[in-house]
């Protein structure tokens, strides 16, 4: 329940109980009444906020008498981060950890703000790899928000999303494209999701993509999941990621975390 959050009572205190309520129910459309208990306001208060926020792009009212997010929620989060550090910062961090890991892959990716729960990469630090070969269309890598149910990275931002958008994600269907290391049963996948948390990182086995592994360390925005930092080498070559390597996919994540996570400007390759 939301009210515990939060000790302010101006309005614009009162708006943001709406949203983060809204973002913590996740799944869709909900009623008055749930978006009230949820926040701990009375109707009548929650009613004003929502209809004032519909004109304003903040919510929408895809049936009579149900909310949900919307798009200037996104919008106003692209705006955050482009405000950011520039993305040559973005970018050095990257390519540190590309050094310090021998040649890995490195991956920035962000919550995705549209489509549902998804991730999307923002930047990457590759070296003169062909992502092709690798299997990497530019459309997978640059512009699809891909499901949270797979890969390290996915599993990364999922474990810090609230439990209902958990719920959700994890009783989505295996998506075809991912690798034999995927985690099938919902049971354990669910397990991995605690374990990331408690550990601050997650490791994928072919999870996405055959014949490659992976680390996935978190980008924070205080207590707020941004997005993950992964790094991806061949399982030939990295069977086992060795301490050195998971510690710094930690720092780097830490880095942008500190910085802001920002929208990275310009060329990423």
């Known amino acids: 329940m939301a009210t515990g959050q939060y000790r302010g009572t101006g309005h614009a205190e009162r708006v943001f109980r709406v949203q983060q309520a809204l973002g913590e129910l996740g ?6 009444s749930e978006i009230s ?5 009375d109707d009548s208060t929650v009613s004003r906020i929502l ?23 996104g919008d106003l989060g692209f705006q955050a981060l482009a405000n950011g550090p520039g993305g040559d910062q973005v970018h050095a961090v990257l390519q540190q950890l590309r ?26 630090a590759v070296g003169d790899s062909d992502l ?15 499901s949270l149910r797979t890969g390290a990275s996915g599993r990364t931002i999922l474990a810090y999303l609230p439990s209902a958008i958990q719920q959700q994600v994890v009783s989505e269907p295996v998506p075809e494209e991912a ?7 919902e049971a354990e996948l669910v397990a991995s999701l605690a374990e990331v948390r408690d550990v601050g990182y997650a490791l994928g086995y072919q999870e996405c993509m055959k014949g490659w592994n992976s680390v996935a360390a978190p980008i924070m925005y205080g207590e707020s999941i941004m997005g993950t930092v992964l790094l991806l080498k061949p399982m030939n070559i990295m069977p086992h990621a060795p301490q050195s390597y998971i510690e710094a996919t930690k720092r780097a ?17």
Request: charged letters at 15%.
């Open 179 to 185: 690798g034999p290391g995927v985690y099938v049963d």
């Open 27 to 32: 799944g869709g459309p909900h009623s008055l």
């Open 132 to 146: 092709v070969e690798l299997g990497m269309t530019p459309r997978d890598v640059l512009s699809v928000t891909r």
């Open 37 to 41: 208990r949820a926040t701990g306001l």
């Open 51 to 73: 209809q004032s926020g519909v004109y304003q792009g903040l919510f929408n009212r895809p049936h009579r008498g149900s909310y949900e997010l919307g798009t200037a929620v």
């Open 253 to 269: 994540a830490a880095q942008l975390s500190r910085m802001g996570a920002s929208w990275p400007a310009g060329d990423q390759g």
């Open 99 to 124: 050094l310090v890991t021998d040649g890995g892959l490195v991956f920035e990716y962000m919550k995705a703000p549209f489509g549902g729960a998804g991730r999307q990469c923002i930047a990457m």
